[in-house]
T-cell receptor
Framework: SQQGEEDPQALSIQEGENATMNCSYKTSINNLQWYRQNSGRGLVHLILIRSNEREKHSGRLRVTLDTSKKSSSLLITASRAADTASYFCATAPSGSSNTGKLIFGQGTTLQVKP | DSGVTQTPKHLITATGQRVTLRCSPRSGDLSVYWYQQSLDQGLQFLIQYYNGEERAKGNILERFSAQQFPDLHSELNLSSLELGDSALYFC???????????????FGPGTRLTVL
């Protein structure tokens, strides 16, 4: 079953604009990870944020985590056509469900127009 | 390149057949995970191995089985294949040095299985 819900399902922006994707989840987590997937290819790991962290940066990526609201957001600044892809959040449940398995959301499809 | 390798990249087979998918984790990673990605179910966790032992099972059918060998590579066996088994199958690995669920999972390029 899917733990995460991502919003929006699809996003279309112009090059140079910022893109924000949101993820909500249901259970307590150890960490939340964001991935990018280009058109049916492999999943590229973007960033991991731990449950005791609130914000993390990596290049043009900024991820926030609000454990009280069970939500996360991924911001891509100054987007490029090459950022066109599907973006997934994945949570690693904590507690009795802690095995390290990831539970994925349905993903957000981002299109960046040149 | 994540460092996780999967073979084959593509597999086309008929219903009722059996196939084996292979995964080599990143050097030093002890945990291997298998996931299935299909249009209707999305990305689903199948099974996890840690240092040769099964650690967790997810939505894995009884027709499917896996193992992790002493050199840490893993194989996913799919038998009595049905049309609905057509999907992308991913392997991922993590160090798991601090315990499960605490570090990044890196994914391989996947095996695209088509059952005709």
């Amino acid at each position: 079953s899917q733990q995460g819900e991502e919003d929006p399902q699809a996003l279309s922006i112009q090059e140079g604009e910022n893109a924000t994707m949101n993820c909500s989840y249901k259970t307590s987590i150890n960490n939340l990870q964001w991935y990018r997937q280009n058109s049916g290819r492999g999943l590229v790991h973007l960033i991991l944020i731990r449950s005791n962290e609130r914000e993390k940066h990596s290049g043009r990526l900024r991820v926030t985590l609000d454990t009280s609201k069970k939500s996360s957001s991924l911001l891509i600044t100054a987007s490029r056509a090459a950022d066109t892809a599907s973006y997934f959040c994945a949570t690693a449940p904590s507690g009795s469900s802690n095995t390290g398995k990831l539970i994925f959301g349905q993903g957000t499809t981002l299109q960046v127009k040149p | 390149d994540s460092g996780v390798t999967q073979t084959p990249k593509h597999l086309i087979t008929a219903t009722g057949q059996r196939v084996t998918l292979r995964c080599s984790p990143r050097s030093g990673d002890l945990s291997v995970y298998w996931y299935q990605q299909s249009l209707d179910q999305g990305l689903q966790f199948l099974i996890q191995y840690y240092n040769g032992e099964e650690r967790a099972k997810g939505n894995i059918l009884e027709r499917f089985s896996a193992q992790q060998f002493p050199d840490l590579h893993s194989e996913l066996n799919l038998s009595s294949l049905e049309l609905g088994d057509s999907a992308l199958y991913f392997c991922a690995s993590s160090v798991a040095a601090l315990g499960p669920g605490l570090d990044e999972q890196f994914f391989g390029p996947g095996t695209r299985l088509t059952v005709l």
